[in-house]
C-alpha cells in the first residue's frame, strides 16, 4: 500500500488536519500488515515511555506473532480519512489468559478513543477463545494516563510487582474477566 511509503515524508501539519477530520470517526480495527510497519516504528519511536530503544524488540515480537498466529496477534487501528496505521496493540495467547504486550496510539492521535477501541476488540478475541477467561496488562506504577486508561477500559488492579521489568521497576498488574 502505497499510503504508508507516501506518508513518511508528511508534515506534522498534515497529520494535524488528518487526526481533526477523524474526530468524529471511528477507527478500523484489523490485523497487522507487513507494510504498516513504518507507521508502526513512528508510532514506537514518538510515544510517551516508547522511544528507539523498543523499534528492536516491538518488532521481533510482532514477527513472532505473525509467524505464529496460535501464540499472539497484532492488532492495526486504521485512520478511516487517511488510512494511515494510527495505533497498534499485541496480543499474548497465554494459557487461560490474553495477554497485552503492547499498545500504543499515534502521538497526533491521542484521546480520540483509538486505544479503548484497541481494547474492546482484545476484549472480543478473548471472550471467544476457547481457554482465555483472563486479559491481563502490565503498566509502571508511574505511567498514571496508563492507569487511568486502563481503569476506564474496565480494568481492575490485580496486583504490584516490585522489580518487575528491570531493578528498581514496579509495574501494576491489571486484569479484566473476560468471562462469568
Ligand atoms: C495509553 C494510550 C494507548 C491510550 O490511547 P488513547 O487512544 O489516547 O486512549 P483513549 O482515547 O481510548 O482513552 C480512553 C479513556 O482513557 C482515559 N485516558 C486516556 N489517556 C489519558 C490520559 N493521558 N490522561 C488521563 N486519562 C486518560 C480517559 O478516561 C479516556 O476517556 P476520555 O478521553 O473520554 O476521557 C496512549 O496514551 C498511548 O499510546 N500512550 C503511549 C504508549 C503507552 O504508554 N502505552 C501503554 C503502555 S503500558
Given amino acids: 500500500m502505497s499510503h504508508n511509503r507516501e506518508r513518511r515524508g508528511r508534515s506534522p501539519s498534515f497529520y494535524a488536519r488528518k487526526s481533526a477530520e477523524m474526530t468524529q470517526m471511528a477507527p478500523i480495527i484489523r490485523n497487522y500488515r507487513p507494510e504498516d510497519w513504518p507507521d508502526l516504528q513512528d508510532i514506537i519511536l514518538r510515544a510517551e515511555n516508547f522511544g ?3 523499534i528492536q524488540h516491538e518488532k521481533l515480537r510482532i514477527d513472532v506473532f505473525t509467524r505464529n498466529p496460535e501464540f499472539g496477534t497484532v492488532l492495526v487501528a486504521e485512520d478511516p480519512v487517511s488510512h494511515n496505521s494510527v495505533g497498534f496493540a499485541a496480543v499474548q495467547y497465554g494459557w487461560r489468559a490474553l495477554v497485552i504486550e ?4 499515534h502521538h497526533r ?3 480520540k478513543g483509538i486505544g479503548r ?5 482484545i476484549k472480543k ?12 496488562v502490565d503498566t509502571g506504577d508511574f505511567m498514571d494516563y496508563a492507569q487511568r486508561f486502563y481503569e476506564s477500559c474496565g480494568f481492575k488492579v490485580g496486583g504490584l510487582v ?4 528491570s531493578w528498581h521497576n514496579d509495574q501494576i498488574i491489571y486484569v479484566l474477566r473476560l468471562k462469568d
Fill in 52 to 54: 528507539p530503544e523498543f
Fill in 102 to 105: 503492547s499498545i500504543a496510539v
Fill in 109 to 111: 492521535y491521542l484521546r
Fill in 117 to 121: 477501541e484497541l481494547v474492546e476488540h
Fill in 125 to 136: 478475541l478473548g471472550a471467544e477463545h476457547p481457554n482465555a477467561d483472563v486479559l491481563r
Fill in 162 to 165: 516490585s522489580h518487575y521489568l
